[in-house]
């Protein structure tokens, strides 16, 4: 297993990408603290299966913008897993689509807090426990295309992570490695709720690969981020996108 003995965070754990994380991570071993906001069932239902199989983990609501509910995670995590080796900033979202002439300062406000100002929170307060390690981030394709009508928010807090992400790999290294997922079109409630369906399946026709993405393809690219296999990477933002944007 990549991952035995080894404990991991995985913020926004309960349903789709992050949960495919938690399930990841677990089965290679690792125990695991899955935050989630809104997502009890999944996480529940995560936990249950992972000590079902002879893992260890547990899951905890957190608002990942509210300082106390982050210490409260990383607190529980030394606790009851005596130490964090992976941090995984997966929690974050578009919240909505709004076009800069019509966007209130709360809301630009409130993308930067829950996708930026989030993995800020997250990893500051794991670095007094992740002595050694890796830290993987979720940035986005929207990073580095600007996303789709009214994401400016969402792509210019993405493609902060993406510059968060170079920095601490130089800040942390080498005791501790940091990268960045940029996903494109993967077949989440993300894009259930805010990707009309035409757009899916016109991704799927120009997509060399003819489709989108799997919460599962992302966990594996995170599972392999998060190990040794991937031991002479830092600083990396690596594209997972079916070969819809080359970077």
Request: charge should be negative; glycine fraction near 12%; proline fraction near 2%.
């Amino acid at each position: 297993m990549k991952l035995q003995g080894k404990v991991a965070v995985v913020t926004g754990g309960g349903r789709d990408i992050g949960l495919a994380i938690a399930l990841k991570l677990a089965a290679e071993g690792a125990a695991v603290a899955i935050n989630y906001f809104s997502s009890s069932e999944g996480a529940d239902k995560a936990v249950e299966k992972i000590t079902a199989e002879g893992g260890r983990a547990f899951a905890l609501q957190g608002d990942l913008t509210k300082q106390e509910d982050v210490d409260a995670l990383v607190s529980k995590t030394v606790a009851d897993f005596g130490g964090i080796d992976v941090l995984v900033n997966n929690a974050g979202g578009l919240i909505a689509r709004k076009k800069i002439a019509e966007m209130p300062i709360e809301h630009w406000l409130a993308v930067m807090d829950l996708n930026l100002t989030s993995t800020f929170r997250m990893t500051k307060a794991c670095l007094a426990h992740l002595k050694e390690g890796t830290i993987v981030n979720l940035a986005s394709q929207a990073a580095r295309d600007g996303g789709g009508g009214g994401a400016v928010a969402y792509a210019t807090s993405k493609g902060a992570v993406m510059t968060m992400t170079r920095g601490l790999a130089k800040e942390l290294g080498p005791e501790i490695r940091v990268n960045a997922l940029c996903p494109g079109m993967i077949d989440t409630d993300f894009h259930n709720i805010h990707t009309p369906d035409a757009g899916r399946r016109g991704y799927e026709a120009a997509a060399p690969l003819k489709r989108q993405g799997t919460v599962e393809d992302t966990a594996n690219l995170v599972l392999f981020l998060a190990c040794d296999d991937s031991a002479f990477i830092t600083g990396a933002n690596i594209d997972i996108n079916g070969g819809m944007l080359f970077s």
